[in-house]
């Protein structure tokens, strides 16, 4: 299992997309140059910038527009993110999240009071 960050997509168009932030950090926009582009009206061909800085994941508004929201607050210029905030770009929402806990929670677990499957599942334990 993987022990870094996620953006799922919670609302808008990509809505259950989950998408890893890699080590050199992850821009998003309009742009095919971004790492992660999200066509939508009221997003900037450049909109903002994750990146990792000492131990943390940092959010920057690279002169977009229409901003970018973390947990409904506008980010003026850059913002230090932690697990479980949720950022808006235009109708898009993500929430962080650690990569772990999202595949533990997708994991398949056998049916309750069924007889035996021949399909097989993975298990996963939660420790």
């Not at 994750?50 to 970018?68: C, I, T």
């Not at 398949?108 to 939660?126: A, H, I, L």
Request: aromatic share 10%.
């Amino acid at each position: 299992m993987s022990d870094g960050t996620i953006l799922l997509c919670v609302e808008g168009a990509m809505k259950g997309r989950s998408i890893e932030i890699p080590e050199e950090g992850l821009s998003i926009g309009r742009d095919p140059a971004n790492g992660l582009i999200l066509r939508e009206d009221g997003i900037s061909r450049f909109h903002a910038k994750l990146h990792f800085d000492n131990g943390s994941l940092w959010l920057r508004d690279v002169g977009s527009r229409n901003g970018v929201f973390v947990n409904e607050k506008r980010v003026q210029e850059h913002k230090a993110l932690t697990v479980g905030d949720k950022i808006a770009f235009a109708q898009q929402i993500f929430e962080l999240r650690w990569a772990a806990d999202e595949e533990t929670s997708q994991a398949e677990f056998p049916p309750q009071d069924e007889g035996p499957s021949t399909t097989k599942r993975r298990w996963y334990w939660p420790f």
